[in-house]
């Protein structure tokens, strides 16, 4: 049972427990928006004048968000640590280009003397 205006605490988990991949677009929209909405009322409304569904449902909100944040900041970081990657490749590839010219050039100079 939910508070007046408030997101049922079963709508809660099952939005919690279903993963975004599994979400239609409509079906994510309607989260993002009574989501923002139950967020706000949940700020609003003394914790003493809230349910006992009302306050675990807060928590399922609260446990949504830290999960989808998580996932987020693993995100980030994988991405992060790839560019990293992908930055030393390159420049081990520069490096490698610029040895391989010095070398070509030091060859070609050695020749030029023996002539």
Do not use: C, H, W
Not at 93 to 111: D, F, P, R
Request: charged residues 30%; without cysteine; proline residues 2%.
């Amino acid at each position: 049972m939910s508070d007046a205006g408030r997101k049922n605490f079963s709508d809660k988990v099952s939005e919690t427990l279903t993963p975004d991949n599994e979400k239609s677009l409509g079906q994510k929209a309607k989260e993002g928006i009574t989501d923002a909405y139950d967020s706000a009322a949940s700020k609003l409304e003394p914790e003493s004048q809230k349910s006992v569904g009302q306050k675990a449902g807060d928590v399922a909100s609260d446990m949504k968000k830290d999960t989808k944040n998580a996932g987020q900041s693993v995100g980030d970081s994988a991405k992060d640590d790839g560019e990293s990657f992908l930055q030393q490749a390159e420049d081990a590839a520069k490096n490698a280009l610029n040895t391989a010219g010095e070398y070509v050039n030091s060859a070609s100079e050695y020749i030029q003397g023996k002539q």
